[in-house]
Every structure is written in C-alpha cells, then in structure tokens.
C-alpha cells in the first residue's frame, strides 16, 4: 500500500523505531533508517530489510542532538513522504539532583530533533502533495511519574508540536499525528530494570510486574510490531483525516 512512497526514521537501529521500519518497508515504502552510529551492522541492517522487504533501504548516521544533522539527514534522504520522528533517550532523576547536561540533551534528541526534521520534511511533503508525520510521543506525553522531568517535558512538548504540524499543514494532503506507547520491553526499558531492582530491592519478574506494568492494566508490554501496525495505518487512506492528534498504545494506562 505504501509503494513508491519514502520513508525517513530517525533512531531505526533498535527497538520501536526498527520495528516501525520493518512495517513500513513490509507495507512497500523505501526507507532511510538511522542513528548516530556509523558501524558495519548499521549499513548490514539497511541491507538485510532491503533483501527481506524488496524496497530500497538505505543507513544514513546523524546525531538527532544536533540541529544541523537532523536536517541533514532528511537533505541526504532526497525524498521524504513519511517522517518519523523515534529517536529518544531516558534519565530518571529528582529534579534536584537531575544533570542539566542530561536535561539538554533530552529535550535534544526527543524533542527539537523533531522541529528540525520537520522543518527540513515539510516542503518535499508539499511539493509531493501528500506527506505523513508521525512523531512518537509516550504515555508520558499525556500523564507523568517523578524522577522523569525531562523525558515528561519533551514528551507533553512533541505532543504541542504534533498539533502545530497538523494545524499548518491541514488540508495540503499531509497529517500529522502522535503514537503514545506505553512500556514496550526494549532496550530503553531494559536499561531501567537494574536501577529499579536496587531502588525497590525486587527481583526482575517484581520490578516488570509490579513497578512497571503497575501502570499498564493490561498487565502486558506492547510490542514493536504493534507500534509497526499503528504506524502504517496512520500512513493509510483511512487516516487521511486524522491528524493533530494522538493514538495510545498502553494497555489502558492513560485510562485511569
Ligand atoms: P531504544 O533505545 O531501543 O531506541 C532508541 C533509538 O534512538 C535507537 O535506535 C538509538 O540508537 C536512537 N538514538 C538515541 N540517541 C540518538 C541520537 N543522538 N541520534 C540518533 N539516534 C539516536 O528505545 P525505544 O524504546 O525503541 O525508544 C524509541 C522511542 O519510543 C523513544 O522516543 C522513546 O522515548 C519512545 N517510547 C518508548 C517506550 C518504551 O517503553 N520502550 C514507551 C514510550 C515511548
């Protein structure tokens, strides 16, 4: 269905934003997929989803921390009908005690790198007259914990940029639309589960049931392929007039 069209996703080498590639390039779409590593494996990933999926898939590395190399990206990409904006990090810290390097490069990578690939997609999306942005936000776009004052920032930020894009560029044949996961066992996830095994003094199966999936009622992860099949529909005929808006993927988090 997404045959012809090209697709930019920055921070595509792991977790949701591979997953998010792997749909994409399964529905048709060629893919440029990035991080901020210039490895072997990165350019062996693009190669092994072009085999797979018969698209056109190419590796390009930019540091989404950075201004200038998220515009870059999308100059280097040539073509972008589908943007999406994944690339993130995470700190969990009082507000005290919080690294203000730390805080910098959050609002960074999860949130201006999105103004300025936006910014850079936007008028290919216009000369093409149809284009999509999906930005991933998070639960924690919507509701915050503690200890997360930067990530909860950037998030509720993505979430007003979202509905900016969408206001902008509404009725040019272009949406755009925020995803909001819930916990999905990924890298990002994974890294939190040490600290909080010594925080709450549990094992893992406690902390991922009891901490984690405390906020989730399903009591179950969503996964990077459903974040895959979110992404797609949204880049369907059936979405043409969603846009400014946000889908939750969290188990009922946001519904309690
Ligand atoms: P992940 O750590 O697997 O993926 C993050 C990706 O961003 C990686 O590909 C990484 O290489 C890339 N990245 C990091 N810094 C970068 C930089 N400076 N420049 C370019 N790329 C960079 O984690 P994930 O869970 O797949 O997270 C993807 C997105 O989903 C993030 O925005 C995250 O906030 C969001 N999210 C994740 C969850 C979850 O539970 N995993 C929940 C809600 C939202």
């Known amino acids: 269905a997404l045959a012809g ?49 018969g698209v056109e898939v190419r590796y390009v590395a930019a540091d989404m921390s950075k201004g200038e190399d998220c515009r870059r990206l999308i100059e280097q990409a040539g ?49 093409a007259g149809w284009g999509r942005v999906v930005n991933i936000a998070s639960a924690h776009g919507l509701t915050a914990s503690p200890f997360k004052s930067a990530y909860v920032a950037a998030k509720h930020g ?30 990002i996830v994974e890294a939190q589960i040490p600290d909080q095994m010594k925080t709450h003094n549990m094992s893992r199966e406690d902390v991922i049931a009891k901490v984690m999936l405390a906020r989730q009622p399903s009591g179950q992860f969503a996964t990077v392929e459903q974040m895959g099949g979110t992404a797609v529909f949204l880049c369907s005929g059936a979405a043409d007039q969603i846009t400014g808006t946000t889908i939750s993927v969290d188990g009922g988090w946001t519904a309690l």
């Open 79 to 127: 073509r972008c009908d589908i943007l999406v904006n994944n690339a993130g990090i995470q700190h969990v810290a009082p507000i005290t005690d919080f690294p203000a390097d730390k805080w910098d490069a959050i609002i960074a990578i999860n949130l201006s790198s999105a103004f300025h690939t936006t910014a850079a997609a936007l008028p290919m999306m216009r000369a």
């Open 158 to 187: 993505i979430i007003g940029l979202t509905k900016v894009t969408a206001l902008e560029t509404a009725g040019e044949g272009i949406t755009c639309n925020a995803i909001c996961p819930g916990y999905v066992l990924t890298p």
């Open 5 to 53: 069209r090209a697709a930019v996703i920055t921070g595509s080498n792991s977790g949701i934003g591979l997953g998010i590639a792997e749909a994409l390039a399964g529905a048709g779409a060629d893919l440029v997929i990035n991080s901020f590593t210039d490895r072997e494996e990165d350019h062996a990933l693009a190669r092994d989803l072009a085999a797979r999926h």
